[in-house]
């Protein structure tokens, strides 16, 4: 549901930017509250593992679409809503900039649509009362795919409203939700499924990494250490990054399939200086527009692409902790 510049107005993409950074703003001072350091690392690798795993498209059969994890569900059952937010935003911004995935005018609606919903209405409203009383892997596939299906429904109507408000004629709003919600439904429960499957690994792996359970899930016995269990989702993202992601389905995605289907054309054309001036800074800074080498076809670029976009997420969550000073240990000052 990535969305381009031209799918919206400058006033929309401007108040949806302050909702966004609000959102951030907010979770920033929650996570500084924590001070849990295990959550740096994870911070890191989920970020990265999100970020490959949204470059393997589905197909979702007999539609011609298909569809990729949003990744924020996933992200907030292990990190909360607010770490997970801000692991999102990370994944969002290294797309928008480096690879052109999503307009950065867009970037705000993109961080509401993607990441609010699943970070925090998946996690408060659907994850914790679910795994109030304790984890187990019948719970985990529930809360999961109850989850994704919610939260995709939410940002996918979101994407139809925000198109509204903004006048373009070439969606028309009866005709576009239409389409939209019911691809995106599909799209939402496949997304649970391979949610439920990671955090199922987690949970037998390292069950305290999950975010919300009941002590009795916290007491449960690990099969693997931490250091081992981040290595191996560090991998899995490598791998999916660099080799899975070349067989990723080439039929286009819920969004660029509905808009087809009502506009007949995924690419909308915008007229305007702030535009103009978002599609320049983009223009710098994808250095690797559409997770492929400028002018290049070649599959080494979408493999390059995929492994340097993990290892940038993964980085620039660390720096995240770093500048808000996350996950600090708090000390008691003293006085004379």
């Known amino acids: 549901m990535h969305m381009a510049d031209a799918l919206i107005a400058p006033a929309v993409a401007g108040t949806m930017y302050v909702l966004s950074t609000g959102a951030a703003g907010v979770s920033v001072k929650k996570v500084r509250e924590e001070s849990d350091e295990s959550k740096i690392p994870v911070m890191g690798v989920m970020g990265a593992f999100v970020f490959a795993t949204q470059m393997l498209n589905f197909t979702i059969p007999g539609t011609g679409s298909s569809g990729h994890l949003c990744g924020g569900m996933m992200l907030s059952a292990l990190l909360g809503p607010y770490a997970g937010f801000l692991t999102m935003i990370g994944v969002l911004l290294v797309q928008c900039l480096l690879f052109a995935d999503g307009g950065l005018m867009a970037l705000g609606c993109n961080v509401w649509n993607m990441a609010f919903y699943g970070c925090f209405v998946?996690?408060?409203?659907?994850?914790?009362?679910?795994?109030?009383?304790?984890?187990?892997?019948?719970?985990?596939?529930?809360?999961?795919?109850?989850?994704?299906?919610?939260?995709?429904?939410?940002?996918?109507?979101?994407?139809?409203?925000?198109?509204?408000?903004?006048?373009?004629?070439?969606?028309?709003?009866?005709?576009?939700?239409?389409?939209?919600?019911?691809?995106?439904?599909?799209?939402?429960?496949?997304?649970?499924?391979?949610?439920?499957?990671?955090?199922?690994?987690?949970?037998?792996?390292?069950?305290?990494?999950?975010?919300?359970?009941?002590?009795?899930?916290?007491?449960?016995?690990?099969?693997?250490?931490?250091?081992?269990?981040?290595?191996?989702?560090?991998?899995?993202?490598?791998?999916?990054?660099?080799?899975?992601?070349?067989?990723?389905?080439?039929?286009?995605?819920?969004?660029?399939?509905?808009?087809e289907q009502v506009a007949g054309t995924s690419e909308l054309e915008a007229e305007g200086t702030v535009y103009e001036t978002a599609e320049s800074i983009q223009e710098t800074t994808s250095l690797l527009p559409d997770y492929a080498f400028p002018d290049s076809e070649a599959a080494v670029g979408t493999s390059f692409s995929g492994i340097v976009g993990a290892i940038l997420v993964a980085a620039l969550s660390a720096v995240f902790c770093y500048v808000f000073r996350f996950f600090r240990k708090k000390t008691e000052t003293k006085t004379a």
């Open 122 to 259: 998946g996690a408060l409203l659907i994850w914790r009362p679910i795994m109030k009383k304790g984890a187990s892997r019948a719970k985990i596939i529930l809360a999961s795919i109850l989850g994704c299906v919610l939260t995709l429904q939410l940002g996918a109507f979101s994407v139809t409203l925000e198109t509204l408000i903004s006048g373009i004629t070439e969606l028309p709003f009866s005709t576009f939700v239409a389409t939209m919600q019911p691809i995106h439904l599909a799209i939402g429960f496949v997304e649970g499924l391979i949610t439920s499957a990671v955090l199922i690994f987690i949970y037998e792996a390292r069950p305290e990494l999950l975010w919300g359970v009941g002590e009795a899930s916290e007491k449960k016995e690990a099969k693997l250490s931490l250091k081992k269990t981040i290595i191996v989702l560090a991998v899995a993202a490598l791998i999916c990054g660099g080799f899975v992601s070349l067989y990723a389905s080439a039929f286009p995605d819920g969004l660029e399939w509905s808009m």
